[in-house]
């Protein structure tokens, strides 16, 4: 079983629509990171969390601690948001820190 | 600001030869992350540097991998007699002083090892 579990693990939406990506863990954590991996490879970190929510443009970031739950939110989604959202938590522990990914979703938007 | 920067960004080695990766840290950045992603699975961790010292290593295969961070100069991620199961992608990532368990990390555009 994994430590971190995304759904769904694939997602086609039209243009404009509003998507929601889920991410489940089952660690205790220190923080999560939503990460954005686009065809060529590229990885770029969309937000680190440790509680609540936070905003960046059209994207949505929520957690909620106690349900081991977070999700990402897509507002008027657009053909350029087309990529691989990449959940990842941060444990840490006496001996070190633990980093653990979700598989990813992959996202098509169609014009 | 430059981004953090890994080079090569594809590298091809035969069966039994040496892979050297390197990854600059962004400027100020003091703690240095090496991920793995296998063609069509997801990143895994390998090893989690500060300047001159290794933090965690848990994610790194026992065998045939080393990594640094040196000093002066950038983060070396070594694979030794490389076999065609290193063929991945192998992202560096970047962080400043972590402090109190919250911290940021930037990631490299990646190196892409084939092993032939």
């Known amino acids: 079983k994994n430590e971190v579990e995304q759904s769904p693990q694939n997602l086609t939406a039209q243009e404009g629509e509003f998507i929601t990506i889920n991410c489940s863990y089952s660690v205790g954590i220190s923080a999560l990171h939503w990460l954005q991996q686009h065809p060529g490879g590229g990885i770029v970190s969309l937000f680190m969390?440790?509680?609540g929510k936070k905003k960046h443009g059209r994207l949505i970031a929520t957690i909620n601690i106690q349900e081991k739950h977070s999700s990402l939110h897509i507002t008027a989604s657009h053909p350029r948001d087309s990529a691989v959202y990449i959940c990842?938590?941060?444990?840490?522990?006496?001996?070190?820190?633990?980093?653990?990914f979700g598989t990813g979703t992959s996202l098509t938007v169609i014009p | 600001n430059a981004g953090v920067m890994q080079n090569p960004r594809h590298l091809v080695r035969r069966r039994g030869q040496e892979a050297r990766l390197r990854c600059s840290p962004m400027k100020g950045h003091s703690h240095v992350y090496w991920y793995r992603q296998l063609p069509e699975e997801g990143l895994k961790f390998m090893v989690y540097l500060q300047k001159e010292n290794i933090i965690d290593e848990s994610g790194m295969p026992k065998e045939r991998f080393s990594a640094e961070f040196p000093k002066e100069g950038p983060s070396i991620l070594r694979i030794q007699q490389v076999v065609r199961g290193d063929s991945a992608a192998y992202f560096c990532a970047s962080s400043p002083l972590w402090v109190a368990g919250v911290y940021e990390q930037y990631f490299g555009p990646g190196t892409r090892l084939t092993v032939t």
């Open positions: 990842a938590v941060l444990v840490v522990g006496r001996t070190g820190n633990q980093f653990y």
């Open positions: 969390l440790s509680s």
